[in-house]
């Protein structure tokens, strides 16, 4: 099963996908916001197979919402009315880590995307050997 990471912004959307296990995540591509981006995302989940997406839910160093934080959610509800799954996860230094880590490349934002759906796996993985992770139950 995949997992769909999204580092959410303004300008730029960065997409992660996971392995088919959903345990590793990886950069997958960056697209510009557009009116399109729910089109793109949606086909992207049915084309990879993925059952959840994972979006960086953005704010400050105090946890108060930011400006990017309504725009956010209004998107998420707007993939959870095509019929996706959608869990919110702490996006905090995401995009300072994928620059610490590769650079300020053009594919930051999808490195972002991919460390905020890896902190959403290791942060859901089992504390038993040999159980599965919540979200691969039936």
Same mark, same amino acid.
């Given at each position: 099963?995949?997992? *769909?990471?999204?580092?959410? @912004? /303004?300008?730029?959307?960065?997409?992660?996908?996971?392995?088919?296990? @959903?345990? #590793?995540?990886?950069?997958?591509?960056?697209?510009?916001?557009?009116?399109?981006?729910?089109?793109?995302?949606?086909?992207?989940?049915?084309?990879?197979?993925?059952?959840?997406?994972?979006?960086?839910?953005?704010? !400050?160093?105090?946890?108060?919402?930011?400006?990017?934080?309504?725009?956010?959610?209004?998107?998420?509800? /707007?993939?959870?009315?095509?019929?996706?799954?959608?869990?919110?996860?702490?996006?905090?230094?995401?995009?300072?880590?994928?620059?610490?880590?590769?650079?300020?490349? !053009? #594919?930051?934002?999808?490195?972002?995307?991919? *460390?905020?759906?890896?902190?959403?796996? !290791?942060?859901?993985?089992?504390?038993?050997? @040999?159980? /599965?992770?919540?979200?691969?139950? /039936?």
């Amino acid at each position: 099963m995949r997992l *769909i990471g999204i580092d959410y @912004g /303004e300008k730029n959307v960065g997409l992660a996908v996971s392995d088919d296990q @959903g345990l #590793m995540a990886f950069p997958h591509s960056v697209m510009r916001n557009t009116s399109r981006l729910a089109d793109e995302v949606e086909k992207l989940a049915k084309d990879k197979d993925a059952s959840l997406v994972v979006i960086g839910e953005s704010r !400050d160093y105090k946890g108060n919402a930011n400006s990017v934080l309504e725009k956010t959610l209004i998107f998420a509800e /707007e993939l959870r009315a095509r019929g996706l799954t959608v869990e919110l996860e702490s996006e905090t230094l995401s995009s300072h880590q994928a620059a610490h880590f590769q650079g300020k490349t !053009d #594919m930051i934002d999808a490195a972002a995307a991919s *460390i905020i759906l890896q902190s959403y796996i !290791d942060r859901k993985k089992p504390q038993v050997e @040999g159980e /599965e992770p919540f979200y691969n139950q /039936e």
